[in-house]
């Protein structure tokens, strides 16, 4: 016969420490030996906002943990004839600040008229952040619009220039990320808008003339080249704005 001594009361901690939204909560032991010897095994009760739960192992799993939960563990340890006193150790389920994955400019290669879209994916466990869009030119420090869309030809822009989106999600206590995404600005095409020849009833020994107009998407000044070719043999006739007829270069007909 011999007199058991109860095993000791353990101290307690949850870990980790500052657990957020997904956490997987572990209860963490520290304990003098037991006075005996006896080997020492702990019963867990977990409690959520005051509420005890089912939990009853010296784990909650991620997927039982919400940002503002308080939650609290008990562990009585036993030494299989007596318990001792419980443990106990509390945590606060904090925020979790929202992350940008992923950031998509389009359209890719656009000119100086083209209406670009900034799209932002976001990951947040504890809500749907707000999400605000920034566009600037960064070599000239000045921004120059907001929204997930820019109209290019409503701002000052010239082909060359790099243009910046950048994304910021905020969340709910103020908690923010951000990402950036860039793309230059290209060359638009030229458009040739007309071309007329005079005079309008040549002779086989006219001075013909070759005038164009046309337009540039930014605003660049034009230049023109001039290839004329007989539409009915098909042969080269010269090049430049003007060309002087001759029998060898054309017939009555042609």
Not at 9 to 18: H, R, S
Not at 172 to 180: F, V
Request: glycine fraction near 10%; proline fraction near 9%; include cysteine.
């Amino acid at each position: 016969f011999r007199i058991n001594t109860p095993p000791p009361q353990p101290a307690v901690a949850i870990l980790p420490e500052g657990a957020v939204t997904g956490d997987l909560l572990q209860a963490s032991i520290t304990a003098d030996a037991d006075a005996d010897g006896d080997s020492v095994s702990y019963d867990y009760e977990w409690i959520q906002d005051g509420v005890a739960t089912a939990h009853a192992t010296a784990t909650v799993p991620s997927t039982a943990t919400a940002k503002n939960q308080i939650w609290t563990v008990r562990a009585t340890p036993s030494d299989g004839t007596d318990t001792g006193p419980a443990g106990e150790a509390f945590v606060l389920i904090a925020n979790t600040p929202p992350s940008v994955t992923g950031l998509l400019l389009l359209p890719y290669g656009p000119s100086t008229t083209s209406v670009l879209t900034c799209e932002a994916t976001v990951a947040d466990p504890d809500e749907s952040p707000s999400l605000g869009y920034i566009w600037s030119i960064p070599a000239a420090g000045a921004a120059i619009g907001s929204g997930p869309e820019l109209d290019l030809s409503t701002v000052m822009i010239s082909s060359g220039d790099v243009i910046q989106c950048e994304a910021t999600a905020t969340d709910s206590d103020g908690a923010t990320a951000s990402a950036t995404a860039s793309m230059e600005v290209l060359n638009g095409s030229p458009s040739i808008s007309g071309v007329s020849i005079s005079p309008p009833f040549p002779g086989p020994a006219s001075l013909l003339g070759c005038s164009a107009t046309g337009t540039d998407p930014d605003g660049d000044t034009l230049s023109f080249t001039y290839a004329w070719v007989n539409g009915t043999t098909g042969a080269s006739l010269g090049s430049g704005s003007e060309l002087q007829l001759d029998a060898s270069l054309a017939s009555a007909g042609d």
